[in-house]
């Protein structure tokens, strides 16, 4: 009987809950009625788009509250409200998301009011009808399950009226798809056109004048063997340089150390050389085969750049990086207790595409997006950071 109380004092929470988001749902009401008749008017048509914003917040709302008492997430398929008025005017009054979430608005204003005052009323012969019939008969109480019904019906038709039709989803996921391919490839564009100024001004100018001075060593060297010892010289310290270069443009491709010593090796390498006191834990929750090159490679420069983001710029003097792979999914985790206010650097306009592909915030979102992945930071003022890289790796 006690649990069944407390489970029925849960679903009275729920509801009432829901009770206060019909009450809000009247002023969502009022503003939606106010932004249409201020757009018809074209004095303050700005209002529209904010009020859509809004009304999003609510149905996210919602969503979570659907999610904690389901256990089961609702998604859902909004295009950004974003770019000139006129714009997003538009996208706010065609986007069919708008008026799922209109019906739910109206909807709730309904059902999460009369469900509420069931409840209360279900409570007081609830508690006398279930007292007896579980004192007397010793069987399961009746009554005030009913209270956990009326949750699942709320829940029942919150989901049905905000999730989005397969139709819309996968337009949406379209639209996501060509975006984060679009940027990939401008990036890739970008990528290759550094490592030809690279190779055009480093590697391949030390080999012309290394080719140069053997020449002059060449014919130097039954006149003056000195001279073009010295060339040989000169020389050889050129060829070194040249390594060097093609060294470091090769690791800006693909690092070696990531195929020779795996993802948690080279992390760990990184680590070493990054100038904090950085501490890796590895979590390998999967059997099978390493996740694919490209995931792995995303995964590196993903914590290169938030490793040197930190050293430069947070005044952090300790940072930790976590690598957790489970059979369909990469996940790494750089935490620094710095100064905080890098999430504004993902908040602005998109990076500069004829920047490197893994230079910034923005890079990272860039290599992570073309893997169909996510990234989140978090980074209040005043410090920690985290950044949190999600990728596909099933296989």
């Known amino acids: 009987m006690d649990e069944v109380v407390r489970r029925a004092g849960r679903a009275t929470r729920h509801l009432a809950i829901g009770f206060g988001l019909s009450c809000a749902c009247y002023v969502l009401l009022g503003l939606i009625l106010v932004g249409l008749a201020a757009t018809a008017l074209v004095v303050g048509a700005g209002m529209l788009p904010e009020t859509v914003m809004t009304v999003r917040r609510f149905a996210g709302f919602e969503r979570r509250r659907v999610a904690a008492w389901t256990g089961a997430p609702v998604h859902d398929s909004y295009p950004p409200l974003t770019g000139p008025l006129v714009e997003r005017l538009r996208n706010a009054t065609t986007d069919p998301s708008t008026y799922r979430d209109l019906r739910w608005v109206v909807a709730q204003l309904l059902y999460g009011l009369v469900l509420f005052y069931i409840a209360l009323i279900v409570w007081v012969p609830g ?77 391949q100018a030390r080999l ?67 100038g904090l006191d950085v501490e890796v834990t590895a979590v390998d929750a999967a059997e ?65 595409p004829e920047q490197p592909l893994g230079t910034g915030l923005f890079g990272i979102r860039r290599r992570v997006a073309a893997l169909d992945g996510t990234v989140r930071v978090t980074s209040p003022v005043g410090g920690p950071t985290e950044i949190e890289v999600e990728l596909p790796c099933a296989w």
């Open 288 to 352: 099978g085969p390493r996740a694919p090159a490209a995931v792995e490679a995303a995964a590196y420069f993903a914590v290169a750049e938030a490793l040197t983001n930190a050293a430069k710029h947070s005044g952090a003097e300790r940072a930790s990086v976590t690598l957790d792979r489970t059979p369909r999914l990469l996940k790494v985790l750089v935490r620094d207790e710095g100064c905080g206010g890098a999430e504004t650097a993902l908040t602005g306009s998109p990076a500069d």
């Open 127 to 203: 508690l006398l009808i279930d007292g007896i019939w579980c004192g007397v008969c010793r069987r399961r109480p009746v009554v005030l399950p009913v209270l956990s019904v009326l949750a699942d019906l709320e829940c029942g038709w919150s989901r049905a009226l905000l999730t989005p039709t397969d139709s819309a989803g996968l337009a949406r996921r379209v639209e996501e798809l060509a975006e984060t391919r679009a940027g990939a490839v401008a990036a890739h564009g970008a990528e290759l056109r550094r490592i030809e100024r690279d190779l055009h001004d480093g590697a």
């Open 208 to 274: 012309v004048s290394l080719s140069m001075r053997i020449g002059l060593a060449k014919r130097a060297y039954d006149q003056n063997p000195v001279t073009a010892r010295a060339l040989l010289d000169e020389a050889q310290d050129q060829a070194e340089e040249a390594l060097a270069e093609l060294r470091h443009v090769v690791r800006g491709i693909h690092p070696p150390v990531l195929t020779d010593r795996g993802l948690d090796g080279a992390v760990r390498a990184l680590a070493a050389s990054s």
